[in-house]
């Protein structure tokens, strides 16, 4: 599976993007999905994470109630509607297909890892 994240950009304070994922090679509609940021100087942290179905979603605190993510199954992609952004938001942002059909955090449990989209955030 290759797995390509667009979306990216930059945006004011407040602003909102939408991430998507779009994957080849193989369907992803057996699986878990996952997005996760990494800020330069710090580890990479989970965002979020939706089932196989698109059903039943789970999101970090810190972005819960701002961003919301989804999937279309019949056009094999995955998005991330980020809202509300804040300048601590800043960070390249990877999309990830899991090992497992319902949502997890964990990293070490994505098997497949896209390229990562840019997002900035200016104050």
């Not at 800020?39 to 989970?46: D, H, L, M, T, V």
């Not at 279309?72 to 509607?81: A, C, E, I, P, R």
């Amino acid at each position: 599976v290759q797995l390509q994240a667009s979306g990216g950009g930059l945006v004011q304070a407040g602003g909102s993007l939408r991430l998507s994922c779009a994957a080849s090679g193989r369907a992803i509609s057996n699986n878990g999905m996952g997005w996760f940021r990494q800020a330069p100087g710090k580890e990479r942290e989970f965002v979020a994470a939706v089932d196989w179905r698109g059903s039943n979603a789970i999101s970090a605190d810190s972005v819960k109630g701002r961003f919301t993510i989804s999937r279309d199954n019949t056009k094999n992609t995955v998005y991330l509607q980020m809202s509300s952004l804040k300048p601590e938001d800043a960070a390249v942002y990877y999309c990830a297909q899991s090992l497992r059909s319902i949502p997890n955090r964990r990293s070490g449990d994505y098997r497949y890892w896209g390229q990562g989209t840019q997002v900035t955030v200016s104050s």
